[in-house]
C-alpha cells in the first residue's frame, strides 16, 4: 500500500469561475510542485476538460480523476467522478441533454474555454455552465451511477449550494459515497447538526478557483495503486484502504 495526497475539487478554466491561472498546464504544475498525486477535475456542468489535464498530468506521473461538479435541480452541487476519460466524456451527452439553455454573458460570468497544453483556446462554451440541470438530486444521483461514477455531495458545510444549505436534511432514499468539507474540523460541525451522516465517509478538496488554492486542503488516500476502484474501497474502508483528513 501507498500514501497518495489528493486535490478532488479543482476547476479549470472552462468553469465561468475559474481564473486564467487554472489552465491543465498551470493545473498539473502546481499540482506537481506541491506533491499532489492525485487530481480531480470539476468543471461546472462539463467534462471537457478532463483530457487536456490528464494527458499533461500522466506525463508528470500524476494521477486524474476525471469528474464534473452538477447542479440538480434543487441547486445542490454533486461531485461525480468516473474511472477513465471515456466513462466521463460519454456522460457528456447526459449532461448536454439535461442543462438549462441559459446563454453564457462573459462579461457577467465569465469566460468558458477550453485550452490545449500550449494555452491556445480550442473551444468556448456558449451555454451558462453555472446553469442548474433539469434533474432533481435523485435523477442526478441515479444517473451517475448507472454511468458507473462516484458520488460526493459537494462542500456540505457551506450555507450556499450545499445538500443542507439548499434542503436542510438528508433526502430519504438519497446516497452518496462521501461527503466533501473545506476542512477536517468542519466534518465534526457537520456531524453534530446533521447526526444522520456520522457514519459517512468524507474528504476534502480545496474547490479551487485560482492556481494559489490548489492543495489548501486535501485528502490522503492509502491505496495499492491510483485509480477510482481503489478510492471507492477506501471510503468504504475495505482492502486495507484507507482516507484521512
Known sequence: MQTFRADLHLHTVLSPCGDVSMSPAGIVS??????????????????????IV???????????LPGVELTTREEVHLLAYFGSLGEAEAF?????????????????FGYQVVV?????VVYQEERLLIASLTTDIHETASAVRKAGG?????HVAKGKNSLFSQLGIMPKGFRA??????RKEHRDQVC?????????PFVCGSDAHYVEDIGSVTTEFTL?????????????GGGGRKVAL
Open 177 to 182: 459515497d462521501a461527503l466533501e468539507v473545506a
Open 54 to 64: 490528464t494527458e499533461l498530468a500522466e506525463e508528470q506521473g500524476l494521477f486524474v
Open 192 to 200: 453534530r447538526r446533521f447526526p444522520v451522516v456520522s457514519g459517512l
Open 224 to 236: 495499492e495503486t491510483p485509480g477510482l476502484d481503489e478510492i471507492r474501497l477506501a471510503l468504504a
Open 116 to 120: 490545449d497544453r500550449t494555452e491556445s
Open 30 to 51: 502546481a499540482c506537481a510542485g506541491l506533491g499532489i498525486s492525485i487530481l480531480g477535475v470539476t468543471d461546472h456542468n462539463t467534462t471537457r476538460q478532463c483530457r
Open 92 to 108: 457528456q451527452g447526459w449532461i448536454d441533454d439535461h442543462l438549462t439553455v441559459i446563454r453564457n454573458r462573459p462579461e457577467l
Open 150 to 154: 462516484l458520488l460526493v455531495c459537494a
